[in-house]
């Protein structure tokens, strides 16, 4: 008997980017487990999501009822996440958002068979408005893309920083988004701001530092950003050489340099398979599967669900993140740390926590989950 | 007998060219009315004018009394005026029965019929195909437009303006292309519809014309120099300095 | 308002206009000119852009690498003319549609294939790589008037070329009848051939000049054939006149838009509304000029003297 | 009856039998192929009156799709979460007319405009439109903005039961039948006749008589309807209805149906539809990088069969419909 | 210098001409005579390259033309004034006159824009005019000049002058002979006979898709039974 997980990320595209990074660490995870949770072997089908929702619950409802599988996991995005959650769910699978982590999930629209292993979308912004609060600053200039989780990045970072906000922008997002941020760099310089606090996911996150180093802003306005800069922006940033990226603050659940068995052995080992570090996204994808190994080692097969259900609850396992617990809704309660962009030892640049921002966190949403 | 087309007054430019001159010209009920001059006088641009493809400057077009000078060209049309073109303008992608018979659709009504089959509707069919008879393409009624000849099409656009059955006729340069035996075939053709139509007639076959018409006035520089029977033109010492040479 | 902030929106408007005058340049030269609808010139501009890049590496240099970049984009545009485009001519748009559209899914999928999903950042040589300051508070990356630079030359060029040189005329020409031309002695098809591997080199070197700030990434092309298509049915199909109008206003039009619309609309709305709509109305401005500019003038502000 | 009415025929009975087929024998998801397959398939077919038939090439035409959908979504979204009553329902009978109308009521607004334009501008004009409401809908966060909208219930109908896929299934193959004849009807007619003079030369028209704005307005307003219709379908098939229904792509794919199956053909844009999806269904489930062969199949239709695919298999010496 | 041997062509299916043999001299003026619908544009468009024969041969000065690209025939010294005349609609007149002008051939005396316009005076006040506003009659001068601005061995007119007013009709007739004199050769279509039996040496007349006459103006006009036959009067 086989054990078959659907893993639904983004491989074509830019974006394609982040799903390698994923289905690199998910080979990883299979490869630590020796092909098997507990006797049973692992299947892992690999989907692709297109970066678009209607291709993302074709592509789920294909896993679903085409190949039955057992786990439906990873989503990199909100919206193709949402499209396809009724779709797992409703054919009674189990469904973990290995990344994505919508407000409707946390809250209304929770669901008994619905995990993630990564956040819910305010959680990590919310950790950096406190660290703006930390370091001082008073006013801040804010960028993202218009579309729905840029402005739960917006409304994220609103909620805890203390500070003014003097200048915000949404910026064209979608099959012709706008990458060229002249006009917004130039505004932003003008506000006079003590601090710009930015959001820009995949090829836009390279193409914004460019432009950030090239205006010249390092000094004058210092850059706080989530999923901006990190493992997957900074290798092509160090390639052209833009060393105004090093020393910005970007705040993460997971960082490379988290002391704990688990993820020493994890980033070695993705280091010396891929060359690369790995980022958040693929450690997300690496806790997916060890969580959904975890389960089936504990209740030996995959068709008792309230067992599986269970144990997946327990989050038994060896999770990057050192300790990982579920809450009330699914989602993780976990840390927050604060992290600098850095040169390592090898001269390779990534990022090192700085501190720790928020101890055990749970989401605001959690509350709205009636569970 | 009552006039048909009243135009009075007309001009048009084109920046610096003056392509109709204050133009004044009357066509009567049943009458052949030739309009000749030299390339270049206005011809085709008066008839564009009239069946309101173009708008003219200033002046003033009357039709069967009624002023139609800014009225859209669908609408001069059900009041039943058509034209034919002097460069072909056909639909090259229907066949050459389905062609004549939007014309003779054309004057029954609206067309927002959406059920009937237009190709079953009978009257329709044997309407376009006798009008076919009478150019002599009723054997390539089933053949796409675009495979016909030059020639052919000026007779396609001959047997359109017949389906159109309209009271007037403005027929821009109906031989031209037309070889030696249609441009006879054609006159025959006119002879026949003259008095049954009034016809606005452009042409530069000279045989044709003094034939034919009625009245001919002679267009030169936008403005018509002389009117009168085709003798009086004839020999008319301007009209053969400007336009007919030594022929 | 503050007046520095001002001019520099302008430049960077400016800027903007004449990079999209790049790729809108050579789209009117095929489109409007050889009557060929190629969706897929967006594709030559992020081969331009990924070449260059890979260029840019393997010498050392950028500026070199857009001098070899140059010519290859422009043989690339050479064989996509005999083998998709020829082919095409004598077929409606739609067909050239179809089959430029397949050529933009094979292209982005040798993208992906050769340079990885990624995308590659293109470092720029130190004295590109600054600012110039104009005046204490009026700065600007030295590179974006390199791209003003770029594109008012090119534009001089062109217009040069297609109003005032016999090769022009003929290519004016050959848009309205090919046979014909080439039944009065002109080799039509190297002409045309020439053309669009002209018009290859235009987008490849958009391309080149974006990557720096943007980077080459995989459907970098698909994000600005939209607006190249805006640009030159704004201006008038075939018209360089047009296009370079168009670029401008729409480059002008849009940056000002994203930075002063939502001031502007904090006039007469509350600033939480402001802030809500401005972004939205900003993304959709282009098209509403579009929508306007057509509702008034059918055949764009420009339209060639006749088609 | 010509070799093309079989070959019409033998299609739709495949795609009438097919679909259960594999549902009954345990592939269930080879009948949400087909449920998807069908209602592209009406849009496309809608589409193919005016681009086909008129030449009008519509490159917004999703937008119509989107606004289909949206007409079922909106309703079903304030009948779940509340909020202006008035429209708040799960009843289909509100919700497909209501799509219905509000797709023909755009259509009417935007044609008015578009129409005054001709070729490759109609075609830009139409898709300016479409990009208009989908920044719009983007930035309504009430309906979910880019994320879209989750509806949990689908339209109740008499008769049928929409969360039966067997049900949504035969809904929208019969949908998609009548939609076929209605178009044959249509460009059979005295109006299709005008419609169609008027693609070849519009000039010619209005001197016979024809007010040719009219007839295609009407042609327009007709078409946007029908794929309003297709939308409301699609909403209901997804249960998840977001902007990115409205892309310019997707105003592409349906352009792309028609021109492969082969444009002014009955058959045409359904058998483009199912190329179209069976080949990025087959392909893509070989390898990632199946928008290389699929790009290299579609430049090998344009570049070798004329007509498309219709044009491909007509039979010698029978003329077009 | 032209021959047309066995020369076949077809349009898809349909077949349009049968076989065309026809011979033509330097410096000869010739006619192709036919009803519409004959072959006689089809027979022009062949030997220019504009649709490609599916047989026979077709030589000009001992060179092959069948299979030639259509431009590289027209180098040899052709040159065409088409039926329906195919100004370029967005050249200006002059542009049209110089775009595609040459002297491949190197005639000591080439046509010029001065001696177009000498012969067709109106011309010279539409120079700024886009090609498709001119008149019908201005374009006809047009297509003839810019024929000439290529400066051929050999001018082959389809409907010379089909559209001109008699006056310029005398006068294209007039420098048609004018230009044969200087050792041109002319093919031309037309169908004022009266005019072609003054010029012409030489008729062919086209019945579906053959030749099936020829002979001089002599020979012709005594022919009662081929006009009647053939061209109907
Ligand atoms: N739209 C236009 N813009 C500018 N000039 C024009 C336009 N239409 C016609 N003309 C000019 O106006 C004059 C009159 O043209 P028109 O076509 O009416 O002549 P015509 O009498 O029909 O000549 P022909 O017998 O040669 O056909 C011509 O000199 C022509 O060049
Ligand atoms: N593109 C085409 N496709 C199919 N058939 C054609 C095509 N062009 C011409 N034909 C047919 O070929 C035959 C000869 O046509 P052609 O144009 O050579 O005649 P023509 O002698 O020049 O006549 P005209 O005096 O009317 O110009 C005609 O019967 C015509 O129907
Ligand atoms: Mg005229
Ligand atoms: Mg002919």
Redesign the pocket.
């Known amino acids: 008997e086989t054990v078959k997980i659907g893993f639904v990320t983004t491989l074509t595209t830019g974006a394609a980017v982040i799903g390698k990074d994923m289905q690199n660490s998910v080979n990883l995870a299979v490869e630590h487990l020796g092909g098997k949770a507990g006797n049973l072997d692992l299947e892992v089908i690999f989907a692709d999501d297109g970066f678009a929702p209607e291709t993302g619950k074709q592509a789920t409802d294909k896993l679903v009822k085409q190949d039955n599988v057992d786990f439906v996991a990873g989503y990199i995005w909100s919206h193709v996440l949402l499209a396809s959650r009724k779709s797992a769910l409703d054919a009674g699978k189990f469904l973990i958002s290995a990344n994505a982590g919508p407000s409707q999930i946390a809250g209304k629209l929770c669901n008994e068979n619905f995990f993630s292993t990564s956040w819910q979308n305010d959680q990590t912004p919310m950790a950096m408005g406190e660290v703006l609060n930390r370091q001082g600053v008073k006013s801040l200039y804010v960028m993202a893309p218009n579309y729905a989780a840029g402005k739960d990045m917006v409304s994220g970072v609103e909620r805890t920083f203390k500070g003014e906000i003097v200048g915000k922008d949404l910026t064209k997002w979608g099959a012709d988004a706008q990458l060229d941020f002249s006009a917004e760099l130039a505004k932003a310089k003008a506000s006079g701001a003590d601090g710009l606090f930015v959001f820009y996911p995949g090829a836009a996150g390279g193409a914004f530092m460019k432009q950030y180093d090239q205006a010249g802003l390092k000094d004058m306005l210092p850059l706080y950003s989530v999923f901006t800069v990190d493992a997957l922006s900074l290798p092509k940033l160090q390639a052209a050489n833009l060393t105004g990226v090093l020393g910005s603050r970007t705040t993460q659940e997971w960082d490379p340099t988290l002391d704990n068995a688990a993820n020493k052995k994890f980033v070695a080992d993705y280091k010396a398979k891929y060359g690369a570090y790995p980022s958040y996204y693929g450690a997300q994808s690496y806790d997916a599967i060890m969580l959904i190994a975890s389960a089936v080692a504990k209740v030996g097969n995959t068709t008792d669900k309230d067992a599986l259900r269970a144990a997946l609850k327990a989050a038994d396992f060896d999770s990057v993140r050192g300790n990982f617990k579920f809450g009330t809704n699914n989602f993780p309660v976990e840390n927050f740390y604060l992290r600098e962009a850095v040169v390592d030892a090898d001269g390779v640049w990534t990022t090192k926590v700085v501190e720790t921002v928020f101890e055990d966190h749970i989401d605001s949403y959690a509350a709205d989950c009636k569970m | 007998m009552s006039v048909v087309l009243d135009i009075a007054g007309l001009n048009k430019s084109f920046g610096g060219i003056k392509a109709t001159d204050d133009l004044n010209l009357s066509v009567e009920a049943g009458e052949l009315h030739a309009v000749i001059g030299p390339n270049g006088a206005g011809k085709t641009t008066l008839i564009s004018q009239l069946c309101g493809t173009q708008t003219p400057d200033s002046g003033r077009i009357r039709f069967k009394g009624r002023d139609i000078t800014g009225m859209k060209p669908y609408a001069r049309a059900h009041l039943g005026i058509t034209r034919s073109f002097q460069i072909t303008s056909l639909i090259l992608e229907m066949s050459v029965i389905d062609n004549i018979a939007l014309a003779v659709q054309a004057r029954d009504g609206h067309s927002f019929r959406f059920i009937r089959a237009a190709r079953k509707i009978a009257p329709l069919r044997r309407e376009a195909m006798a009008l076919l008879q009478r150019v002599g393409l009723a054997d390539?009624a089933e053949?796409p437009t675009?495979?016909?000849?030059?020639?052919?099409?000026?007779h396609m656009e001959i047997a359109i303006a017949l389906g159109a059955q309209a009271d007037l006729m403005l027929l821009d340069e109906p031989m031209a292309?037309?070889?030696i035996e249609e441009s006879a075939e054609m006159v025959t053709l006119l002879r026949d519809l003259k008095g049954k139509h009034s016809i606005l007639l452009i042409e530069h076959d000279m045989d044709a014309v003094f034939a034919l018409a009625d009245r001919i006035s002679v267009l030169v520089y936008g403005h018509i120099i002389a009117t009168g029977t085709p003798d009086e033109i004839r020999s008319n010492d301007a009209v053969q300095h400007a336009y007919l040479g030594e022929e | 308002m503050d007046f520095s902030l001002l001019i520099i929106q302008a430049l960077n408007g400016v800027q903007l206009g004449l990079l999209l005058f790049l790729v809108a340049s050579g789209l009117t030269l095929v489109f409007g000119i050889l009557d060929f609808v190629n969706l897929a010139h967006g594709s030559l501009y992020m081969m331009g852009a990924f070449i260059c890049a890979s260029l840019t590496f393997l010498f050392g240099s950028f500026v070199l690498a857009v001098l070899v970049a140059l010519p290859l984009t422009g043989v690339l545009g050479f064989l996509v003319e005999r083998f998709v485009a020829r082919p095409l001519y004598d077929r409606d748009h739609l067909d050239q549609v179809l089959g430029t559209f397949g050529l933009i899914l094979v292209l982005d999928t040798l993208a992906h294939l050769i340079w990885g999903p990624a995308g590659i950042a293109v470092p720029l040589p130190g004295w590109l790589q600054g600012q110039i300051a104009m005046s204490e508070t009026l700065v600007i990356p030295t590179f974006r008037l390199v791209i003003i630079g770029a594109g008012l030359g090119a534009a001089a060029g062109l217009f040069w070329l297609v109003n005032h040189t016999r090769l022009g005329m003929l290519i004016r020409a050959g848009a309205s009848n090919r046979t014909m031309v080439s039944a009065l002695g002109i080799d039509i098809q190297t002409l045309f051939a020439l053309v669009f591997a002209l018009g290859a080199m235009l987008a490849g070197l958009a391309g080149m000049l974006i990557a720096p700030i943007t980077e080459a990434s995989i459907g970098m092309g698909n994000n600005i054939i939209i607006t190249a298509f805006v640009v030159i049915i704004v201006g008038g199909i075939g018209s360089m006149k047009g296009a370079f109008i168009a670029a401008l206003m729409i480059g002008l039009i849009d940056t000002m838009g994203r930075s002063f619309l939502d001031d502007l609309f904090k006039l007469f709305m509350s600033s939480d509304a402001a802030e809500n709509s401005a972004p939205a109305v900003s993304a959709m401005l282009i098209y509403i000029i579009m929508a306007l500019v057509l509702s008034l003038r059918p055949q764009g502000l420009f339209p060639p003297r006749t088609r | 009856m010509t070799r093309r009415s079989w070959l019409t025929l033998a299609v739709m009975a495949l795609l009438a039998v097919l679909p259960p087929v594999f549902y009954l024998t345990g592939n269930p998801y080879y009948l949400d192929l087909a449920t998807r397959l069908a209602i592209l398939a009406i849009a496309a077919v809608s589409l193919n009156l005016i681009l086909g038939y008129g030449g009008l090439v519509s490159f917004g035409h999703a937008a119509f799709v989107g606004l289909g959908a949206y007409a079922v979504g909106i309703p079903a979204h304030h009948w779940l979460y509340g909020g202006l009553d008035f429209l708040a329902t799960t009843s289909g009978l509100v919700q497909i007319p209501l799509a219905v109308a509000v797709c023909a009521l755009f259509a009417l607004v935007t044609g008015a405009i578009c129409l005054r334009t001709k070729g490759v501008y109609f075609i830009m004009i139409t898709m300016a439109f479409a990009q208009m409401i989908y920044y719009l809908i983007v930035s309504i966060e009430e309906y979910g903005g880019d994320d879209g909208l989750v509806i949990d219930t689908r339209s109740e109908l008499p008769v049928v039961n929409l969360d039966n896929p067997l049900h949504l299934f035969g809904l929208s193959y019969v949908a998609l039948v009548v939609a076929m004849l209605l178009v044959r009807m249509i460009v059979r007619s005295r109006f299709g006749m005008v419609l169609q003079g008027a693609k070849g030369n519009p000039e010619r028209m209005v001197t016979l008589g024809f007010n040719v704005y009219a007839y295609r307005l009407t042609a327009y307003v007709i078409s946007g309807a029908m794929s309003g219709f297709a939308g409301a379908l699609l909403g209901n098939f997804t249960t998840f209805i977001s902007p990115e229904m409205m892309d310019w792509s997707r105003s592409g794919e349906l352009m792309f149906m028609v021109i492969l199956g082969g444009a002014a053909t009955t058959l045409g844009p359904v058998l483009g539809a199912i190329v179209f999806i069976v080949a990025e269904e087959a392909l893509s489930s070989f390898t990632i990088y199946w928008h290389l062969p699929f790009g290299l199949m579609l430049m090998a239709v344009v570049l070798f069969a004329r007509g498309g695919l219709m044009g491909m298999l007509r039979g010698r010496g029978e003329d077009r419909e | 210098m032209l021959v047309l041997d066995k020369l076949t062509t077809h349009?898809?299916s349909?077949q349009?001409l049968f076989g065309v043999d026809l011979r033509l001299e330097a410096g000869q003026v010739a006619t192709l005579l036919?009803?519409?619908?004959?072959?006689?544009?089809?027979?022009?468009?062949s030997i220019m390259g504009i649709v490609k024969p599916s047989g026979g041969s077709i030589t000009f000065d001992g060179q092959e033309l069948v299979g030639q690209a259509s431009f590289k025939t027209a180098n040899l010294g052709l040159g065409l004034v088409p039926?329906g005349r195919q100004i370029f609609p967005n050249l200006t007149m002059m542009e049209n006159l110089i775009a595609t002008a040459s002297n491949h051939l190197g005639h000591p005396d080439p046509w010029t824009v001065e001696k177009v316009f000498a012969l067709f005076p109106e011309l010279e006040t539409r120079i700024s005019s886009m090609g498709n506003l001119l008149s019908g009659g201005e374009q006809q001068m047009l297509a003839i000049g810019r024929a000439l601005m290529t400066n051929p061995k050999l001018l082959i007119l389809?409907?010379a002058t089909e559209g001109l007013a008699p006056l310029v009709r005398q006068k294209i007739w007039h420098a048609l002979s004018e230009i044969a004199a200087q050792g041109m050769s002319i093919l031309v279509?037309d169908k004022n006979l009266k005019d072609l039996l003054r010029i012409a040496d030489r008729h062919f007349v086209?019945q579906r898709?053959r030749v099936e006459w020829q002979g001089s103006s002599a020979e012709l006009e005594a022919n009662d039974e081929v006009r009647q036959k053939y061209l109907g009067f």
Do not use: F, P, Q, W
């Open positions: 390539k053949l675009g495979a016909l000849s030059h020639g052919e099409h000026r292309g037309l070889g | 349009y898809g349909s349009a036919g009803r519409n619908g004959m072959g006689k544009t089809t027979t022009i468009n039926e389809d409907e279509v086209i898709g």
